[in-house]
């Protein structure tokens, strides 16, 4: 299993808590060279409260061999053209260190926040997927651009706008997926999945996967070098005491995930239908506080990873070495000993295998 980090870009605030204090812009070249002195594999950054692109390319400029991606970049707001020139961009910039990492969003905020009609995520996604890359192929290989579909037609690319090769053409993309309705797009379409935080072990294995295998069988793709990339749900302190907000927080998150209806999925799989649809109400209600005392112990320990530094990396592997092949996590880094502590949390996961991983994954 590869160790990736997420920059420490704060929390999604659901309203539980007050915001966290603001990203500094100026810290991201150093963090991210913090990380590639460490050992890291990637540095990932998700879009909440700043432009992921641009992150990442402070981020690209400071290193030399940290892989980057984005986990996730809104899709459907930007054109295909605008994500692929983004895209291209950062590879070009990186020398073919960038994975592209997609999500959908769900239905109120594409149409409330970012002002957009919706349309079935699925075929949608589908159809991004493919504009993409047919741009991506237009100015690698020069052939003509001709995207027609129920959502895009592109066929316009002049000499002034075509950035044209680049030494590294090949991007990743990875798809972000709770449902099996986009696990089955990513088999057919991605090279790789990012499933939610709430998305259990038990979940990726049973029904993730076999959606992915069914839509890499679709349309005939080789899932040998398919990647699963997670950010899971972690509440890690250095000490038991340290660990009691941490639980508190991460508890807290779940109530919020369990409200949500996209994600209601992920709970009824271990049969907490009923707790997702009362969660739901109290979310309707704006009764947020009460909302984290309905997450048992055991609901907590089924969606989280709970331990101090010094057992969570091995706790990480025991839970998700069968069914994901790169993990995002990290630790703050204050001092000098907390750097040595990171350096052995990522020694530890990266020495793990990956076969057993591979075999889960095909089958």
């Known amino acids: 299993m590869l160790l990736e980090t997420l920059l420490p870009l704060g929390k999604v605030d659901p309203g539980l808590r007050a915001p966290e204090v603001p990203l500094d812009l100026a810290r991201i070249g150093r963090d991210a060279r913090l990380l590639e002195e460490i050992g890291y594999d990637g540095l990932v950054v998700e879009e909440t409260k700043d432009d992921p692109f641009i992150l990442l390319a402070l981020a690209a400029e400071a290193t030399r061999t940290l892989r980057i991606g984005t986990s996730v970049a809104i899709a459907f707001p930007r054109s295909p053209a605008v994500t692929a020139m983004s895209a291209w961009t950062l590879q070009k910039l990186s020398h073919g260190r960038f994975t592209l990492g997609l999500g959908t969003q769900v239905k109120a905020h594409i149409e409330r926040r970012f002002g957009l009609g919706w349309s079935p995520a699925g075929p949608w996604m589908r159809e991004y997927v493919a504009a993409v890359r047919a741009i991506w192929d237009c100015w690698q290989n020069g052939g003509k651009l001709d995207v027609q579909g129920p959502h895009y037609t592109i066929n316009l690319m002049v000499p002034l706008f075509n950035p044209g090769p680049i030494p590294h053409p090949h991007i990743p993309i990875q798809l972000a997926a709770v449902n099996s309705v986009m696990c089955q797009v990513a088999g057919e379409v991605a090279d790789g999945l990012r499933p ?168």
């Open 196 to 363: 939610h935080p709430v998305c259990t072990p038990s979940y990726i294995e049973k029904v993730m996967l076999p959606a992915v295998r069914a839509g890499a069988a679709k349309s005939g793709r080789s899932l040998a070098e398919f990647q699963v990339s997670m950010k899971p749900l972690v509440a890690a302190a250095a000490s038991e005491k340290e660990l009691v907000p941490k639980v508190r927080d991460v508890r807290a998150r779940i109530a919020f995930y369990a409200s949500t209806p996209q994600y209601r999925a992920a709970f009824v799989h271990h049969g907490l239908g009923d707790l997702a649809d009362k969660l739901k109400l109290l979310s309707r209600a704006q009764r947020w506080e009460e909302m984290p005392q309905h997450i048992s112990d055991e609901v907590l320990h089924t969606y989280a990873t709970v331990g101090t530094y010094d057992e969570i990396a091995a706790k990480l592997l025991d839970r998700y070495g069968r069914v994901v092949t790169h993990c995002e996590f990290s630790i703050p880094v204050n001092e000098a000993a907390d750097k040595e502590r990171l350096r052995g949390l990522a020694k530890t996961i990266q020495a793990a295998s990956l076969d057993k991983v591979r075999r889960t994954i095909c089958d």
